[in-house]
């Protein structure tokens, strides 16, 4: 397994942007497909991007396709997850996962999780 730690989650407005930043360890970071997934308050977790070892694949969720953008640095073991146009529904926590072998959209099939961070995005 790897280990998770997130980071850049804060207070924006909406249409502003902000970087979030997702740091592993371990010696396995690159045989894992890496996401993010958020929860808003009272709500199920759900997904929102993710990403393949070798970074050549990436998904999204509609509500996020054209402002959102996954990357990952292998030798560094880490995935971003840049964040422009935001919205006031994208207010959640978002907790970055990684699960060995190929992406998948289920939380339930990721092996490993960050704390999470705040996004709060005011109107």
């Known amino acids: 397994q790897v280990q998770l730690v997130e980071s850049g989650g804060g207070l924006v407005q909406a249409g502003g942007s902000l970087r979030l930043s997702c740091a592993a360890s371990?010696?396995?970071?690159?045989?894992?497909?890496m996401a993010w997934f958020r929860q808003a308050l009272g709500k199920e977790r759900e997904f929102v991007a993710v990403?393949?070892?070798?970074?050549?694949?990436?998904y999204y969720t509609n509500s996020v396709k054209g402002r959102f953008t996954i990357s990952r640095d292998n030798a560094k073991k880490t995935v971003d997850l840049q964040m422009n146009s935001l919205k006031p529904e994208d207010t959640a926590v978002y907790y970055c996962?990684?699960?060995?072998?190929?992406?998948?959209?289920?939380?339930?099939?990721?092996?490993?999780w960050g704390q999470g961070t705040q996004v709060t995005v005011s109107s």
């Open positions: 990403i393949s070892t070798s970074g050549g694949t990436t």
């Open positions: 996962a990684a699960r060995y072998g190929s992406v998948r959209y289920n939380p339930n099939e990721y092996d490993s």
């Open positions: 371990g010696r396995t970071f690159g045989s894992a497909a």
